[in-house]
């Protein structure tokens, strides 16, 4: 029997799931959905009654970080979302360092709206930029051209946001070394405190994945990453999980508590929470309905599905997070975030760490720079 002594209540966040867009992107496989109107009102009010429901599962907790994703949530308007936090404060108690993010796409008519998601008392923006070069956001059917990007970014400063990330992305079709490094010299030249720069993988249910593109050759990814990392590193953004960067000190607290296998509350269509119960000594997942009309037509409760994380299971979730972050864990954090002892793990920690795929030293559990590039190897011995 696994020891459950130490399981504690970990830090909680927010997030809330907006499931619309102007244009379905070829290569996604979020839940977002291309809308002819959008049901600003009823959806906002939908969310506040998710919400509700979900409230004793904060266990009394203030939440340290809300993230807004989607789909395009800046497609809402900022009264709107203004509203949508004011009743979430009126519900939750906020930590005095909240971070609040809002993803935006680099459109004209979403920018005009930043002063406004500023003024709201969001204050991160997340910029689905993708590429700085226009024949690779063609190719990646984008409805933005670079020049957009740039504005986008210049007009979230000049609204007073001091808190950027820039999505960019890697290994696109017809993407050389040289166009991909080209991105990365122009976003650290414009300087966002954090940069997101992944890889495109083709994911099922995709246009992507029925009409594949030609994307470059490995050895051509594999050498964006290398330079694209080295160069990162050189314009002072630190790797700190598989693809992010950031500025010192200006990671993101949402994502790191995703990574260190924290709370969260998810709202909206096909959102997402993971909630430790005390009570029990359990890890509970929970999914909304993930259409929006169905979502939206719900009348008691907005949750599709419920479930207990076997016992057995955790070892590998937990890994499966924090092993992501460069810098690791601190080893206590294993027991204290799955009610389970370090030490049930002895032997398979030192089977990886004589293959030198992780180390287990001075209370931190990381993988190595090999384990790095090798963590789904690692993450079958859990």
């Not at 906002?44 to 807004?68: A, E």
């Not at 954090?194 to 050759?217: M, V």
């Not at 960067?245 to 709370?263: C, I």
């Not at 509970?284 to 599709?304: C, D, H, V």
């Amino acid at each position: 029997m696994h020891n459950t002594s130490k399981l504690t209540l970990p830090p909680l966040s927010l997030y809330i799931h907006f499931p619309w867009c102007i244009k379905k992107c070829p290569y996604c496989d979020f839940n977002s959905h291309e809308f002819k109107d959008l049901p600003e009102q009823q959806y906002i009010s939908t969310l506040l009654k998710d919400l509700n429901n979900d409230i004793t599962l904060g266990q009394g907790r203030s939440i340290t970080s809300i993230f807004m994703g989607g789909g395009t949530p800046s497609l809402f308007s900022a009264p709107s979302i203004g509203l949508l936090l004011e009743n979430i404060a009126s519900k939750l108690s906020f930590s005095s360092d909240i971070e609040i993010t809002i993803e935006a796409n680099p459109a004209t008519a979403e920018i005009k709206k930043f002063k406004g998601f500023r003024d709201v008392g969001i204050n991160r923006l997340s910029i689905g930029v993708q590429s700085f070069n226009d024949v690779m956001l063609k190719n990646l059917q984008r409805v933005h051209s670079a020049q957009d990007a740039i504005s986008a970014y210049h007009q979230a400063r000049s609204a007073g946001f001091d808190n950027i990330n820039i999505d960019l992305m890697h290994g696109i079709s017809q993407q050389t070394l040289q166009t991909a490094i080209g991105d990365l010299e122009t976003v650290t030249v414009l300087q966002p405190e954090h940069i997101s720069w992944y890889q495109l993988t083709i994911e099922p249910n995709t246009t992507f994945y029925s009409q594949k593109p030609l994307l470059p050759r490995e050895e051509h990814i594999a050498a964006m990453q290398n330079e694209g990392i080295a160069l990162l590193q050189n314009k002072g953004y630190q790797r700190y999980e598989i693809s992010a960067y950031s500025q010192v000190n200006r990671e993101s607290k949402h994502n790191l508590n995703y990574w260190t296998f924290g709370d969260y509350l998810g709202i909206g269509a096909g959102a997402h929470s993971k909630i430790t119960d005390l009570e029990n000594h359990n890890i509970i997942r929970i999914n909304k309905f993930r259409q929006p009309n169905s979502y939206l037509s719900q009348r008691e409760t907005y949750i599709a599905k419920r479930s207990i994380i076997p016992p057995n299971e955790l070892p590998a979730e937990f890994m499966m997070n924090a092993l992501r972050l460069k810098e690791g864990v601190k080893a206590e954090l294993f027991s204290q975030r799955t009610g389970i002892e370090l030490t049930t793990l002895t032997d398979t920690l030192s089977h990886l760490e004589n293959m030198t795929l992780l180390s287990n030293h001075n209370n931190k559990l990381k993988a190595s720079a090999k384990g790095y590039d090798f963590l789904d190897n690692i993450l079958t011995y859990f």
